[in-house]
């Protein structure tokens, strides 16, 4: 049980947090010939698509709408307008999705009244899937901006059913939070697919972004979950939701169609996993297969094969409130104590984490909390932390800049959850001290007792040898 | 007979051994090593004795004349610290190959200790001999020699090859090779009144560390430790030190004892495991120290500082006594240090549910009694079943073990802490005995293990639900029915070696009268293998003689 603070600083110092629209373009990155757009200054655009350009080293389908000065005084409508026609007339994109900015909620963009007023100017684009999303930078933080987007979605391709219409049984919807890497995805599709049931992933990144060569150049997302699929989710049997940040997405599934949602606050653990394969084999009717029994058994020997690793280290970690909750709990379970847990954004999570306080902070507070961590656990922004701190680091999450994989970091399913043992424990046993004849000795100032050391040289006698 | 035979002998003839003592003739001819029981045995060769014995030896090259197998499968992999040299962790082999063993390998080993001499340059060679050359023949020997001599540097035999013995007998075959070509051929710089020699310490996980530290407030000097953190010269020049300490029960008594009768320096044995007996042994050393000549007030500084240092570990055991009271340990492990861990885990509130003497002398046995009292519940050869069926049963909260047995405990997902050779902790001293302490501590709160008895979400029942149902099932059965009982007790086996059950034994001293050990021995040759349950035979005698000669089950 932790106290939530929040950072009482002014200026925040090494930023562990990204801004809203971003995480609002990178769900949209999971749709199928989908173009996100920043409708903000080019520049908003630009640093989110180095952003994720180093992180997932893929081309990036990104646009903006330049909001040039003039635009951002007199309004946008115009740089909306000219921005889709320009997207389509280049990418011929099935769905755009729009993600407001900083600059435009600070002139206070009417977007959505921009695009009725779109859509009867140009009936020719009436099959153009355009969504819209309300990402203000200076609220809210990168999962916010991701799960509203997931929200959006939902409201807008899935049709609003008077009386739920017939279901799928063996068809499952399932809201991935941004907590999960595309590998996370494939992984879970793995697990659910053993069971007969067929997934239907919103956002999927694991088409997009999970870095294969195309076919064919395509200037918009290379894959993802379809439109159509997205339209057909209300007739699917139950909804999975991955991540508390998924809520809202599933809440407006069930109040739109009917499909009952159960949610997975983390997929990294024992339990976590069993809860989640419980389900599964209660919703499709199947028992666990071998494969997953398997998994679960060496999951447990990880665990007990790790545990010595892990007991008693101390463990700073700064990461958005999922992947927090997600690793964090697991590491705790695992052992370790997390001495610092460091945070972007509220969630009903936090106040349940096992540390004493989780601030909603910077890599600057975390550092600072850090202090005789064995390790610091973020994202590639804590690498200077780490070196001052001479504490290794794992690195988490979104950006992992200086790593190749970071899309293929697996940490859910019974096998993520003991790779991320193996991984974070092989940091321990190479960090591992080793002893030298100093070790153990003792400046007894410190605890009170007394030194007894009789000086040395009356005690050496030197003797001629027989 | 051969230089080894006669080596083996020799050291069979340990005087300075107590088991030994208590031995007729014949059987200490058999030597003091159980025969291995072919597809049940487990543990480490001669070889493997011999090196870590002697490995800990920081600058010397250590090379193995043997095939791959020998040290590429074993390299670097012990625990020994070193404050220098990083020489000793060096894999050196022959790695002799199909010619070698049809040629001989002599050659190829000669070559070897060129190109190690060429290359490192260290103070000394020391060869150990495998099984292989010994069959082959090889004049390790002659070889080393004419190396020596060659080089111009001390070339030392191992003469252990793995089959003569398992790892007990191969620490006693190093400590001869160190006694008949090292010990004595160098003088030390300068000598002291406070000059001391460790013997069978190997500083594993730095363990001497946490000792030297109050010998050096002392001004008492470790003229050399055999062999941890050593350096060749100092085991070259130990002969000049004033008095030993002996550490690990009887793996190198050989040492200690013919020090004393070549150089007149006696030894106590002692233990750096546990706060009462780290008191002892600092005081031994100062006794004996002062015996040989060393000022008097040597003891009432030792005093002073043992005084401090036990003030200073319950303070600081204190926090965790509340925690570990009451908490039950099985301890597994060679006879090594069984006895001295049983003070020190009592020392911090535990329990014994129960240890092992699977390697342990008749005097160990005897010290983990007397610390014990009747609660001794020692575990002679337990089985993996019948250690996760103590576990099970809450008997025990945590195992203490070697590497080997650990997957028992884990299996049954109880915690586990590892106490021998391989182990990355170091538990000696004062120091030590905090850092254990903290360990069982830590192993004992870890929330893991709430996690992985966690039953999976598909099982009606665990692989340990059935476990216990059929050991209920089978205590159930032998309740129900006396006859089955009575079989099932008087199946029970008593002599593995000669295959002797209970039952035969009590039915022989029924027909036969027979009243002593011996004549059991020569009845039916329960107790005449490896003498490992003798006692047990006697306490079988003992319950006879009280009871009738007819057993209670039969006269009814």
Redesign the interface.
Known sequence: MALVTQSKKACTVNPLKMSQPIGGALAFMGVAGCMPVLHGSQGCTSFGLVLFVRHFREAIPLQTTAMNEVATILGGLDNIEQSILNIVKRANPQVIGICSTGVTETKGDDVDGYLKLFRKRHPELADLGIVYVSTPDFKDAFQDGFAKAVTKLVEEFVPRYETPPQKAPQKVNVLAGCHLTPGDIDELRDVIECFGLQPIFLPDLSGSLDGHIPEDFTPTTLGGVSRADIGEMGKAGWTLAIGEQMRDAAVALEARAGVPFALFDRLTGLAANDAFVSFLSKISGRPAPLKLRRQRGQLVDAMLDGHFHFGAKRIAIGAEPDLLWSVGSFLREMGAEIVAAVTTTSSPLLAKFPSNEVLIGDLEDLEQRAGDADLLITHAHGRQAAERLGAPLYRLGLPTFDRLGAAHEVTVGYRGSRNLIFAIGNIFIAQAHEPNPESWRQTFASDGHTDLTTPGPQLVQIEPVA | MTTLANKIQDVFNEPGCGKNQGKSEKERKKGCTKQLAPGAAAGGCAFDGAKIALQPITDVAHLVHGPIACEGNSWDNRGA?S?DSSLYRTGFTTDIGENDVVFGGEKRLFKSIKEIVDKYDPPAVFVYQTCVPAMTGDDIEAVCKAAAAKFNKPVVPVISPGFVGPKNLGNKLAGEAILDYVIGTM??E?????DINIIGEYNL??EL??V??LL????IRILACISG?AKYREVASSH?ARAAMMVCSKAMINVARKMEERYGIPFFEGSFYGIGDMSDSLREISRLLIERGAPQELMA?TE??IA?EE??AW?RIAPYTARLTGKRVLLITGGVKSWSVVAALQEAGMEIAGTSVKKSTKEDKERIKELMGQDAHMIDDMTPREMYKMLKEARADIMLSGGRSQFVA??A?MPWL?INQER?H?YA?Y?GMVELVAEID??LS???W???R?P???EETSWEERATKAIEAEAASLAADPEKAEAHRRARKICSCRDVSLGAIEDAIASKNLDSVAAVGAELGAGTGCGGCQEKIAAILGEKAGAGAIPASIAA
């Open positions: 610290k404050s003088e030390p300068y000598t002291t009144p406070y996980a730095g560390w946490q030297k530290p050096d407030e002392l001004g953190d000049r500084r002073a500082v401090r003030v200073r303070e884990l299996k997902k590892d990355h170091a001293g120091e830590k192993a870890n929330p893991v709430a996690q992985v966690l999976a979400p598909w």
